[in-house]
């Protein structure tokens, strides 16, 4: 992929490449725009591309609005949640105060929202190994009896 090959190819190309990413990402989504994968990465070349450019503001604005359309697709992405709270929060680092609060508190809301899908995560997964744990020691049981 040209995004993880720009990132290990530090200097010059990597924004050319990065650039690149970005028009075929453009082409795949008029093609395929409901695709969770292609917004989540295309978020996160804007992302990196802002990071290269000294968080250009335009960018970081661009890879926020990927990944709302990529949580529209699949809205308990921990990782599209916190990647947005991360682009908001660069967003209001470069503006004016009643601007970058604004920008801020959206940030938090991503943020307290990540540690939600966390924590049904942790809950699905404890209730699945306790439901496991429960059907081997009736197995065991019976298996024994």
Same mark, same amino acid.
């Given at each position: 992929m040209l995004s993880e090959r720009s990132r290990m190819k530090k200097g010059k190309g990597t924004h050319a490449l990065?650039?690149? !990413?970005?028009?075929? #990402?453009?082409?795949? #989504? @008029?093609? $395929?725009? !409901? $695709?969770f994968e292609l917004l989540y990465n295309w978020g996160n070349v804007l =992302? #990196?591309?802002?990071?290269?450019? @000294?968080?250009?503001?335009? =960018? /970081?604005k661009q890879a926020a609005q990927k990944y709302c359309e990529a /949580?529209?697709?699949?809205? *308990? &992405? #921990? $990782?599209?949640?916190? $990647?947005?709270?991360?682009?908001l929060s660069k967003q209001a680092r470069v503006k004016a105060p009643p601007k970058a609060? &604004?920008? +801020?508190?959206?940030? @938090?809301?991503? +943020?307290? @929202?990540? /540690? =939600?899908v966390l924590f049904h995560s942790l809950a699905s997964l404890y209730t699945a190994s306790f439901s496991l744990s429960? *059907?081997? &020691?009736l197995s065991l049981s019976l298996s024994l009896s």
């Open positions: 990065l650039v690149l !990413a970005c028009r075929k #990402y453009q082409q795949v #989504y @008029e093609i $395929n725009p !409901a $695709n =992302l #990196y591309r802002a990071k290269m450019e @000294e968080d250009n503001p335009v =960018l /970081l /949580l529209v697709l699949k809205p *308990s &992405s #921990y $990782n599209a949640l916190k $990647n947005w709270g991360v682009a609060w &604004s920008l +801020f508190t959206m940030a @938090e809301q991503k +943020f307290r @929202e990540c /540690l =939600l429960l *059907s081997l &020691s």
